[in-house]
């Protein structure tokens, strides 16, 4: 109302260094939407805004078959640099002859078109779900991109992933990487 427009549209992370951005931008809103797990929104002032709300992908982009033939057994994509359990959890898959392709942007960008080729061609997707400069866990997107794209999603167990799926049946959890290794 205030902007005069019908709707509005934020993305972003629900982290230490977007909260304050985030809470001033969603005071123009009447509602702000989020995949994020309701717990994040502890962090801002005007949480009774927030609604979560499932994520929306164009299914040209990550709509995929489980049946279709996938050139690479595991994929983790996403910023391994500074974040520790990716950093030691892509090691040791490494050390355990796990064959792994990071995509972590060193080698370039990655457009939306090639991001979903990659995931689409992949048999597992791993995801971390620690903020790199927190405690707490996320709800990433590739949790959404992985499941969409027909790969079975391997992922750190926590309450914003549970909020989406069912542990065990809609996806294979861990909660530590030595537990990653087995259940790869």
């Not at 050390?95 to 080729?117: P, R």
């Not at 597992?124 to 405690?135: D, E, L, S």
Request: proline share 3%.
């Amino acid at each position: 109302k205030t902007l005069n427009l019908r709707i509005t549209f934020l993305w972003t992370d629900m982290s230490t260094n977007s909260f304050k951005v985030t809470n001033d931008v969603s005071s123009f809103c009447d509602i702000a939407l989020s995949h994020e797990h309701p717990s994040s929104f502890s962090r801002v002032s005007n949480r009774a805004k927030y609604k979560t709300v499932s994520t929306v992908y164009s299914p040209s982009l990550f709509h995929g078959s489980p049946q279709e033939d996938r050139e690479f057994d595991v994929v983790f994509i996403g910023q391994v640099d500074g974040y520790i359990d990716r950093e030691r959890g892509i090691k040791k898959i490494q050390e355990h002859g796990i064959d792994i392709v990071v995509k972590d942007g060193k080698d370039g960008h990655l457009s939306w078109e090639q991001y979903s080729e990659c995931v689409k061609n992949s048999k597992i997707v791993v995801n971390w779900t620690k903020f790199k400069y927190g405690g707490w866990h996320q709800a990433k997107g590739r949790i959404f991109e992985a499941t969409l794209s027909g790969c079975l999603l391997v992922s750190e167990e926590c309450a914003a992933v549970n909020y989406w799926f069912k542990p065990h049946q809609e996806y294979v959890p861990f909660t530590s990487n030595d537990q990653l290794i087995e259940k790869l």
